[in-house]
């Protein structure tokens, strides 16, 4: 039994007496559990539509989810949701940050600190607990948003291009760093990104999507041993692979913009 199944899902935007607009169309998708899921797809084609419908945020036109077999409505109790953006609060400190996810789940703030300070050595966050947001590098604020996802204590985590606004040696770090915390945590991940390499250095399996309206193009296994260090990005299995998945978003990319151009017409 899947972890998380995506059975039949289709969306569509757009207010009474507009022409719908189709995101979604008949997507399946299936992750086991405690397996790392990257999600590669051209620009605009619907992957943070897909994340809101997972999470329970928005309702889709059809379809169903299900958590270990059984199907959700409504806000997904098992899922912990991580955006682009780290959404800290610029008048709350790092510690503050880290539970205010805890907090409104109903924990309390006493237990959810003790908590996060067993976690900050781990992050390295220690000696940062008291400072504000504006003091952090764009990685640490990017791990405190970690942090806080992680003490939801939510079985799948959803991380939609966490990394996308990092320099490239931070966010090589923090692969390193997100691989490490996952293959220490019983936990299940999907990972959106724009970036072919990190879905290949991070991923289980990736999922290739079409251009809008959204479905699976095709679901490929990685067969590179973990950890990928530098011998396994040098590999020809490796460059092999990132053709493969340029080649396919390519497609996708240009069929998008044909489709643009026609109804631009």
Same mark, same amino acid.
């Given at each position: ?116 300070? $067993? ?28 942090? $806080? ?18 320099? =490239? ?48 193009? =095709? ?35 240009? $069929?998008?913009? =044909? ?7």
């Amino acid at each position: 039994m899947s972890k998380l199944a995506i059975e039949q899902v289709s969306h569509r935007f757009g207010k009474r007496g507009e022409v719908p607009v189709e995101v979604l169309r008949g997507l399946n998708l299936e992750v086991e559990e405690r397996q790392f899921v990257t999600i590669v797809g051209p620009s605009g084609c619907g992957k943070s539509t897909l994340f809101n419908v997972i999470a329970g945020l928005i309702e889709p036109t059809a379809g169903r989810i299900l958590v270990d077999g059984e199907p959700n409505v409504g806000a997904n109790p098992h899922i912990a949701y991580m955006l682009q953006k780290d959404l800290l609060l610029d008048w709350r400190n790092v510690l503050d940050n880290i539970v205010i996810g805890a907090e409104m789940l109903g924990r309390s703030k006493k237990e959810a600190r003790a908590e996060a300070l $067993r976690w900050v050595d781990q992050f390295g966050l220690r000696g940062f607990e008291q400072k504000y947001p504006f003091a952090l590098s764009g990685g640490m604020r990017q791990r405190v948003a970690l942090l $806080r996802t992680l003490l939801t204590h939510r079985e799948i985590m959803l991380l939609d291009e966490p990394f996308g606004s990092l320099d =490239a040696q931070t966010r090589t770090i923090m692969q390193e760093f997100l691989l490490g915390l996952w293959g220490s945590l019983d936990r299940t991940i999907l990972f959106i990104t724009h970036d072919v390499e990190e879905a290949i250095v991070l991923g289980d399996d990736i999922y290739v999507m079409t251009a809008r309206p959204m479905q699976v193009k =095709a679901r490929i296994k990685v067969d590179l041993p973990r950890p990928r260090g530098f011998d396994v990005l040098l590999s020809q299995q490796f460059f092999t692979l990132k053709a493969q998945l340029m080649n396919m978003i390519h497609q996708e990319s240009v $069929r998008a913009l =044909a489709d643009e151009a026609c109804e631009a017409a």
